[in-house]
């Protein structure tokens, strides 16, 4: 399955907890750090609650 690259990019604070949790459960501990997870609906779903916080590509 595809790869999905994600980068932290934008400070949570003064966003909403739930926000917060989201980028926790995706893998970040510092800003501007980059995980790698498989392309799924879940992560995809994820990264759309939190788009105005991370930059994402492909993983190719």
Known sequence: MAKIRVKWVKSAI????????TIKALGFKKLQSVVEHEDTPQIRGMIEKVRHLVDWTDGK
């Open 14 to 21: 003064g966003f909403s907890s739930r926000q917060k949790k």
